[in-house]
Nanobody, 122 residues
């Protein structure tokens, strides 16, 4: 079992940056692959980024590649999402998720946080 709590969301102007954090409880955090997803109003939840348990492998959605960076600190039980060059279309609730295997699909993840709102103004 793992519990996830996101933080760091807020309102930012287009072109700005935010760093999201996801703090995990439980002693097995370092065993989980972690993912970030987002959901805009009226849209399905979509994949943003994922990172392997060791941090040695990452993957990104094409829409954020080159602008967002996922990282993790297993000593702090925390995963991060650094978001640069933000665009209005990045506006969404951002969720972190954990799973033994990970992946890019929501159904692959067993544990989810409550989400944090990111709003990018034009």
């Amino acid at each position: 079992q793992v519990q996830l709590v996101e933080s760091g969301g807020g309102l930012v102007q287009a072109g700005g940056s935010l760093r999201l954090s996801c703090a995990a409880s439980g002693r097995t955090f370092s065993s989980y692959a972690m993912g970030w997803f987002r959901q805009a109003p009226g849209k399905e939840r979509e994949f943003v980024a994922t990172i392997s348990w060791s941090g040695g492998s990452t993957s990104y959605a094409d829409s954020v590649k080159g602008r967002f960076t996922i990282s993790r600190d297993n000593a702090k039980n925390t995963v991060y999402l650094q978001m640069n060059s933000l665009k209005p279309e990045d506006t969404a609730v951002y969720y972190c998720a954990a799973d033994w295997a990970g992946g890019t699909r929501t159904r692959q993840y067993d544990y989810w946080g409550q989400g944090t709102q990111v709003t990018v103004s034009s």
